[in-house]
C-alpha cells in the first residue's frame, strides 16, 4: 500500500492535502479499533481512572465536527451540540461514555468526515487564510490551514492514547488467566 497525501478530487490542491491527511488518519483510526470488543471499548486502563476508546472517540469525533463548522462559518447547530456534546463535562474531563459500540462511534464519525469532505470541497486555497476563533471560551484563533491540520494531528494524539489502552487491555487478560 502506497502512503501519500495526493490532492483530492473535486477540492484545490492544498485544501485537498489537507483533508488526505485528516482522511487517512481517520481511516487508521477504523483500523486500530476495528475488532474491540465492547468491554475493551468501555476499558479505562489498569487503575480504571483514564479516558475510555469510546470517549477517546467521541471527543475526536465532537472536536471535528466542531471544526467542519467553522470551516463553514456558522455555529454548530444545537441539535448536534446535544447528540454529540459536550466537549467537558462539569469536572472538565471528557464526558463518560459506557456500552456505545465501537461501530456506532466509528459510524458517527464516518458521517464526519463525509461533511468534511464536503465542506472541503467547497473551499479554496485562499479560503484557508480564513481565521477563526476556538478554544472552550473562543479565546485562540487558527487559520482554516491550521485547523484541517489540526484535525489530523488531534485525531493521531489520540489513537496513541487507544493503543495505549489496547495493549494494557491485552495484558490485562493475559495476566488474568491462569495457566496452572
Not at 477540492?11 to 485537498?16: A, I, Q, R
Not at 487559520?143 to 495493549?167: E, V
Amino acid at each position: 500500500m502506497l502512503h501519500d497525501l495526493q490532492s483530492q478530487a473535486n477540492m484545490s490542491p492544498v485544501v485537498g492535502m489537507l483533508y488526505s491527511a485528516v482522511r487517512e488518519n481517520s481511516q487508521r483510526l477504523q483500523t486500530i479499533t476495528e475488532g474491540m470488543s465492547q468491554e475493551e471499548v468501555d476499558y479505562k486502563g489498569p487503575d480504571h481512572n483514564l479516558n475510555s476508546t469510546a470517549q477517546l472517540i467521541k471527543h475526536i469525533l465532537y472536536v471535528d465536527l466542531n471544526w467542519v463548522y467553522r470551516f463553514k462559518g456558522v455555529p454548530l447547530p444545537q441539535s448536534l451540540r446535544e447528540q454529540y456534546g459536550p466537549m467537558i463535562d462539569e469536572n472538565n474531563n471528557l464526558p463518560m461514555v459506557s456500552g456505545v459500540s465501537r461501530d456506532r462511534l466509528i459510524s458517527q464519525y464516518e458521517g464526519v468526515i463525509t461533511e468534511l469532505k464536503e465542506t472541503c470541497e467547497q473551499l479554496t486555497d485562499t479560503d484557508l487564510d480564513r481565521v477563526v476563533t476556538f478554544g472552550h471560551d473562543h479565546e485562540k484563533q487558527a487559520t482554516l490551514r491550521w485547523g484541517i491540520w489540526h484535525m489530523a494531528d488531534h485525531n493521531r494524539y489520540h489513537q496513541a492514547h487507544i493503543n495505549q489502552l489496547r495493549k494494557w487491555f491485552k495484558g490485562r487478560t493475559l495476566n488474568d488467566t491462569n495457566f496452572y
